[in-house]
């Protein structure tokens, strides 16, 4: 019997979460080791195993984004064509706070310095305007060794349109300094607009080194263990890749954390026929919003590494480092458990967006946290077990609670304890909401066709009073929501994700089909490295375009068929996406362009990832405590585990205590145990 | 009165919508100018044309929407009805210069408008004497295009062809413009929807109570602010270079900054005259930069909205430059309006030392390209480059970063390439620009182009190139604006000329003012730009009393001690601020 292993780290816990073929679930919860992550991962595993066999292991890591948010990377240079090396500190200028004076941009992170001029220049069309210079490489070879260089980035200008000047440098640079690692622009990004372009090669650039050493560190430590079997990472797309293939891209698994509980969540919505869904992630300091619809996630062109959560929406750019790569898209806003509750100068109650993290965290925590958090506001309203967090592991101090509440809000608003406590929640229950509404609304969906998936430690206690909100009418809270990042691993594919610019005003098949046969050829090659053969491959084929003038893309699913039809087809499909997105269309017979494609090659599994059904976490919980609610006032509520739950509705007030999250069921909704042993909460 | 968690809950739901509007505008829009340089702004107003909320957008647009949507409610009074959507440019009807579009929608509650969706976007053409509509060398407003009176662009739900068909008629490039303006009423979709909900949600009454909640709040945050702020008052004075008509005669801004206890004034009385010249602003420009400079003392989380105008106010003598009258023409305005806010930041500098920066690159350059391809088809290309901040009394001026006034981004090298008979040569960071400082101001970008078809239509409107950006408390100004055809001649800081295939123009950003005494500055910061090439060996010497050598360069510290010493003897006590390069004066 092998297991098959998910594993993820966060900030502050590794969580591991193993499944046998028969679906049992074996999971540990462990401290994350950020000197060296492999360390916690070691322990972790070695608390987990007991001598069984192991299939895969599958990985998601924050060491990528981490290398950036500490400034921990590679000693990195930059080569780029001449009289254009300040493109990367010059970013779009933009900055992401208006009337802010103390406003400080992210440091580039190649310095001036080390940010290197070839003599060339490619055309749009791909013509050379300037030959390439030999004089002029041998000239950064020289500064890249003198300055002790470890990993270089090779971006010119449009070489998405012709690769050949940029080809010539990494070969030069290959043959003379064999022991730097090479980013080029073209093989990660073959696409127009040089900034985005510069920034995602000067990421992968700068992680490249670390990301590296960590995996051949991690994979060390499996070998020690006795676990021979293939390592895969996720992607901040969603799918997983090789470790050898993360090691060469990194930049496609910065933000592969956050990602895999979208996968599960996808995966589960596939099993459960849930058409649409919305996935709802609240930990500790944040909470985040993604989009499965008919069993696809929402994807993102474009993301900021470091840029912190969403100021209010996504139009203000520039707090971070820019990758253009696909990433599953998820809306990410500053309320969590520890968001603090405070009145403005004005005497306004607000929440978040500052956070009193794990440390000292909540005022009930009792590790010198003064500012009352949501997690003292649940407290005191009855929600979380005074007795503690994990089972007991973290003890809480519900008078403590009630004092900051008290003091800091009530009092001074003039509110009863429980309104001001309640009105906190009401308030972080807003600030979600639009991350809720950024992925759903501000794309056109309406969201009361859709289900709430919750996860993370405090989705489920927050999840029914959202939806009642937003009118969604049924929240589902799966099996083990605490650690359900580690468990959507074990659900994803192995996914490689390939672009091309096309910029196509006149329709020209045959350039059409060029580029799409070379876009498959390529996901097909990489699927045959990854062990897949041809009957086990499948490609999703997608069209970026715009109106003619319009500067912003749409996509959408590329037509059936060859270049003609495509072409023929993509004019209707683009109107509907439009309508769909924005509300309306253009008069017919507007030119549509078609700029770009993009093409998932996807390994399919041999055996199905999901099992049929996961055993319900058992505990003993006290069996019963007063909460309040705003309809019925100070209650006393049954708390179950979730074994307590049956397949038959219960009425609320409930409580759903398990070990990693609390799922509140308030007055007026019901909850059940459905086959899968996801709690189904169902809204009036 | 509501509680105050619906309050609050009111306030995010209000602000939300705003954004929403926008972020709609930025995706919908078809011209680069509102999605690159989200020259737009969204807004929600109650029934008597108050701000009640803003969208994310730019600072430049703050008091412009209540402005054009109370001369809207003048003109119809009691003729609004439901289905009808309002539009206007009029500069001198509450407009700000005529690419701006206002489209306005009402909400109904009751039979009366409650609320307003309200939308103005910079629109890429209005038609006009030349490509863009933008020319800083007309005279009048006759020559900058279609002039737009309130009007209904909907009239109960039905589209108004009849001014449709004129627009289309009378500006270059109608498909984009159609495009924007259907981003503009989409937006404004969004804002009824949401409206609706509210209104379902707290009634009539309730929603016109939180919405007076909201500003009230708004309100009690600025005093708040402003009465930790000391009292006082300080006149600055600042200058556009000239209008390119009256070439060489220089404008003259002044402002007066007054406060006391809870309240602040900004006094525009003594600015120049009005200009036979288009950058003569509209009292909302002017307004607008003196609550940019405000806010951005005040606290950068003051919300947009009518209550924090009432601790505000702001007095702009009509005729003048900051104010024009019938026929000023405006279309180049923004330049008016980067130096008010250059000029009101200076007053608050004078009151307040340790809150405010040295003069950043003086607002942005605009340059716009135009003409007809071989094919006779045409091209715009409209930029807008920005360079750097000035000095902060704690920090460098930002390099690389648009300036205060307009969050602007700026466009894609290759795009630009790809879309228009233009080769761009080079972009980047010019060397011993900021202006020296114990903490130096940002540096100067350039840009040079060359003109691959067989002739357009350069129009470029620049300035600061006889008065530099002012450098604060010992720090010495930026270096001019400079234009320049290469291998042919310098230009002056305005044009409008012909551009024939083969000629390269270059236009190099003013550097941003420098801030304390440079003498003063950190070696290990001087060291770091001599590295990064940002300051040369000679400029090192010459601005902060600094020897260097070598590459990459080493500071010679007995050296540099030696020089610093002799420096500061010779240095005359430095002006509070510095327009003239310090060194001139040794």
Redesign the interface.
């Known amino acids: 019997m092998s297991l098959r292993i998910g594993i993820d780290i966060g900030g502050t816990f590794t969580d591991l979460v193993a499944i046998a073929p028969d679906g049992t679930v074996r999971t540990h919860k462990t401290a994350s080791t950020p000197h060296d992550y492999s360390q916690g991962i070691a322990t972790g595993l070695a608390a987990l195993l007991t001598g069984e066999a192991v299939a895969e292991v599958l990985h998601a890591t924050t060491v990528g984004s981490n290398t950036i948010l500490e400034g921990k990377g590679a000693r990195t240079a930059l080569i780029t064509t ?6 990367l ?7 992401p ?9 992210p440091p580039a992170l190649v ?3 080390l940010r290197l001029e070839v003599s060339e220049k490619t ?2 069309d791909g013509s050379i ?1 300037v030959p390439l210079d030999p004089a002029s490489i041998a000239a950064c070879i020289e500064r890249i060794r003198a300055e002790g260089v470890q990993s270089v980035a090779i971006c010119l ?2 070489s998405y349109a012709n690769p050949a000047h940029e080809r010539a440098v990494a070969d030069a640079l290959r043959a003379a300094l064999p022991d730097v690692a090479l980013s080029v622009s073209h093989e990660i990004l073959p696409e ?4 985005p372009r510069t920034s995602t090669t000067v990421v992968n650039a700068y992680v490249q080194p670390v990301v590296r050493a960590y995996l051949t560190a991690l994979s060390a430590r499996l070998r020690a263990l006795g676990i021979t079997a293939p390592l895969h990472l996720m992607q901040s797309n969603g799918g997983l890749a090789a470790a050898g293939h993360a090691a060469a891209f990194p930049a496609h698994i910065v933000e592969s954390g956050p990602a895999a509980g979208v996968v599960g969540a996808a995966a589960l919505a596939a099993r459960l026929q849930e058409d649409r869904l919305i996935t709802f992630d609240m930990g500790g300091t944040t909470a985040k919003a993604g989009l499965v619809e008919d069993g696809h996630v929402l994807r993102t062109e474009a993301m900021e590494v470091g840029a912190g959560v969403m ?6 750019v520039g707090a971070g480092y820019m990758l253009k790569l696909p990433a599953i898209d998820l809306a990410e806003v500053g309320a969590g458990g520890g968001s603090i509750c405070r009145l ?7 929440v978040g967006p500052h956070s009193a993290g794990a440390d000292p965290g909540p005022v009930c925590y009792g590790r010198g946290g003064t500012e009352p958090t949501i997690t003292d506001c649940n407290l005191v309203l009855g929600y979380l077990d005074p007795a503690g967090l994990a089972g007991g592991a973290v003890k809480l101090d519900r008078e403590a609670a009630l004092h900051a509440v008290t003091d800091h809000i009530a009092a001074p ?1 003039g ?1 009863p304890l429980e ?1 001001a406590a309640h ?1 906190m929640l ?2 972080a229950a ?2 979600m909401m ?1 991350a809720i ?1 950024a992925v759903s ?2 794309r056109g969906r309406d969201v009361r066709g859709f289900s709430l998936l919750a996860f993370g430690g405090n989705g489920p206690l927050f999840a029914a009073g959202i939806a009642a909100e937003l009118g969604i009418r049924r929240v589902i809270v799966p099996p083990m929501p605490g650690l359900f990042s580690a468990f959507g691993l074990l659900l994803a594919d192995t996914e490689h994700h390939a672009t091309r610019s096309l ?1 196509m005003r006149t329709a020209d098949p045959a350039a059409l089909q060029t580029a799409l046969d070379a876009l498959l050829q390529e996901g097909a090659d990489r699927l045959a490295e990854d062990g897949f053969p041809p009957d086990r491959r499948s490609a999703t084929r997608t069209a970026r375009a715009r ?6 893309e749409l996509s959408v699913p590329l037509p059936d068929g060859d270049a003609p039809a495509i072409l023929a087809a993509l004019p209707e499909a683009f109107a509907a996406e439009h309508a769909r ?4 269309r ?1 008069p017919p017979g ?1 030119p549509v362009e078609l700029m770009g494609l993009s093409v998932i090659a996807r390994g399919i599994p041999e055996h199905p990832r999901l099992p049929a059904r996961i055993p319900p976490a058992t505990a003993t919980v006290p069996p019963c405590r007063r909460a309040w609610f705003e309809a019925t006032g100070w209650t006393d509520t049954p708390v179950l585990a979730r074994a307590g739950l049956a397949t038959t509705p219960r009425q609320g007030p409930l409580i759903v205590q398990e070990y990693d999250a609390t799922c509140l069921v308030p007055p007026g909704a019901s909850a059940a145990l459905d086959a899968f042993g996801n709690v189904r909460i169902e809204l009036q | 009165m509501q ?3 619906t ?3 009111f ?3 209000i ?2 919508l705003g ?2 509007m ?3 505008i ?7 100018v ?3 340089i ?1 020259d737009y702004s969204t807004a929600i107003c109650d029934s008597q044309g108050r701000l009640v909320a803003q ?3 730019l ?1 430049g647009h703050i008091c412009s929407i209540p402005v054009a949507l109370q001369s809207c409610l003048r003109h119809f009074g009691a003729d609004i009805h439901e289905g009808d959507v309002l539009t206007m440019n009029d500069p001198y009807d509450g407009g700000m210069h005529l690419p701006d579009i206002f489209v306005f929608r009402p909400v109904f509650a009751d039979g009366k408008p409650i609320a307003w969706a309200a939308t103005i976007c910079h629109h890429t053409d209005v038609g006009g004497r030349v490509p863009g509509s933008n020319a800083s060398d007309s005279t009048e407003i006759y020559a900058e295009g279609l002039r737009i009176p309130p009007l209904k662009l909907h009239d109960r739900g039905v589209p108004n062809e009849t001014l449709l068909r004129m627009i289309d008629r009378n500006v270059r ?1 109608p ?2 413009v159609m ?1 924007d303006l ?2 503009q ?2 937006a404004c ?2 804002a009824a929807r949401g409206l609706a909900d509210l209104l379902a949600r707290h009634g009539a009454a309730g929603l016109r109570a939180l919405m007076d909640a909201t500003m009230a ?2 309100e ?2 600025a005093r ?2 402003l009465s930790e702020l000391p009292d006082g008052e300080a006149t600055f004075t600042d200058w556009i270079d000239d209008d390119q008509i009256d070439a060489g005669v220089p404008i003259k801004l002044v402002c007066t900054v007054r406060k006391q206890g809870e309240h602040m004034s900004f006094d525009w009385t003594g600015s120049s005259p009005q200009v036979k010249g288009a950058i003569n602003n509209t009292w909302s420009y002017t307004a607008a930069a003196s609550f ?1 400079a405000a ?3 005040l606290s ?1 989380n ?1 919300p947009n909205n009518d209550g924090v105008f009432r601790c505000i106010d702001v007095t702009v003598p009509a005729g003048t430059v900051t104010n024009g009258v019938l026929p000023a023409a405006c279309a180049a305005r923004g330049l008016t309006g980067f130096r008010a806010a250059d000029c009101a930041f200076g007053a608050l500098a004078l009151l307040y030392p340790d ?3 040295a003069a950043s690159d003086g607002g942005n350059t605009g340059i716009t390209i135009g003409g007809y391809d071989e094919e006779r088809r045409p091209y715009i290309y409209v930029d807008f480059l ?1 360079a750097a901040w000035g000095a ?1 009394p704690w ?1 460098d001026g ?5 300036t ?1 006034f307009a ?4 466009f ?4 630009i ?2 879309e228009n008979p233009l ?1 761009i ?5 010019v060397p011993d620009t900021g202006g020296p400082g114990r903490f130096r101001g940002g540096m100067s ?1 350039a840009r ?1 182009w060359r003109m691959l078809a067989h002739e357009g239509i350069l129009q470029v409107r620049a300035d600061r190139h006889t008065h530099r950006p002012y450098g604060l408390h010992g720090g010495g100004p930026g270096t001019p604006s400079r234009n320049a055809l290469l291998g042919e001649s310098e230009l002056a800081a305005k044009l409008t000329m012909t551009l024939k295939r083969g000629q390269v123009f270059r236009h190099e950003l003013p550097g941003a003012g420098g801030w304390g005494n440079p003498l003063d500055r950190s070696l290990d910061l001087v060291a770091k730009d001599l ?4 300051v040369t060996i000679e400029g090192a010497a010459r601005d902060y009393g600094v020897v260097a050598g070598g590459d ?1 360069p080493i500071i010679d510290h007995a050296a540099t001690h030696a020089l610093r010493t002799q420096l500061r003897a010779k240095r005359k006590p430095a002006p509070i601020v510095a327009w003239r390069p310090l060194h001139d004066d040794n």
């Open positions: 001449a009289g254009f090396r300040d493109v500190e010059i970013r779009d200028l933009r900055m706070r208006l009337y802010d004076m103390h406003w400080t941009k310095e001036r310095r055309r749009p305007a200008l449009h127009i607009k040089e900034y100021a209010g929406a996504r139009l203000l403005d100068a004005a005497g306004a109650p607000k608003l509110l309104q009105g009401r308030l807003a600030t639009r509404r609304v501000e910029r109106y003619v003038g319009q500067s912003s997105t924005y509300g309306f253009a507007e | 509680d105050p968690i309050e609050e809950l306030r995010n739901a602000v939300a954004d929403e926008a972020l709609t930025y995706r919908a829009a078809y011209s680069g509102l999605k690159n989200m969208g994310l957008s600072p490039l498909a984009r495009g259907r981003a009423l989409a979709e969004i709040h708004s009690r945050l708040h602010c940019t806010k951005s003392v950068v003051m809150r405010v920066f920005s902060r920090a930002l390099d690389c970063n648009t205060m969050n602007m981004a700026s894609s090298i290759e795009v390439e790809a080769e040569l080079d972009y980047g960071m970008l040079t590295r990064d090439g940002l990459p």
